[in-house]
């Protein structure tokens, strides 16, 4: 199983924490990682806007990854959520088969 790493942002820690745990509590991800503090800058509706936010890094496998967009797609606030898949070139084999088991289950 090809484990991925997503990247998702959320408009403060709280949001984040949901999210996460609402990934691994339905097995689409095997852990949520939340940074609680980011600087953002980025253009919206024409605007420039500098905010912060938090951000959620996820581990789980590319077979889930378009449920798993989906369910962040259905529970985030923002209209467009920035959710990005990152390929995991290599790791800790033991770590990489727990992620896939942990989803598997």
């Known amino acids: 199983m090809e484990v991925v790493l997503v990247y998702i942002t959320a408009a403060d820690e709280e949001e984040a924490r949901t999210l996460g745990r609402t990934l691994v509590e339905n097995r689409l991800a ?6 609680p503090r980011i600087h953002s800058t980025y253009r919206w509706e024409g605007q420039l806007v500098e905010d912060e936010e938090a951000l959620l890094l996820v581990k789980t496998t590319r077979g889930l990854v378009d449920r798993l967009i989906e369910t962040v797609r259905e ?22 088969d727990w992620v896939a088991a942990e989803v598997e289950a």
Do not use: K, M, R
Request: hydrophobic content about 60%; overall charge negative.
């Open 30 to 35: 095997a852990c949520a990682n939340v940074i």
């Open 75 to 96: 529970i985030h606030s923002y209209e467009v959520p920035a959710v990005l898949v990152l390929d995991v070139a290599a790791g800790n084999q033991a770590f990489l």
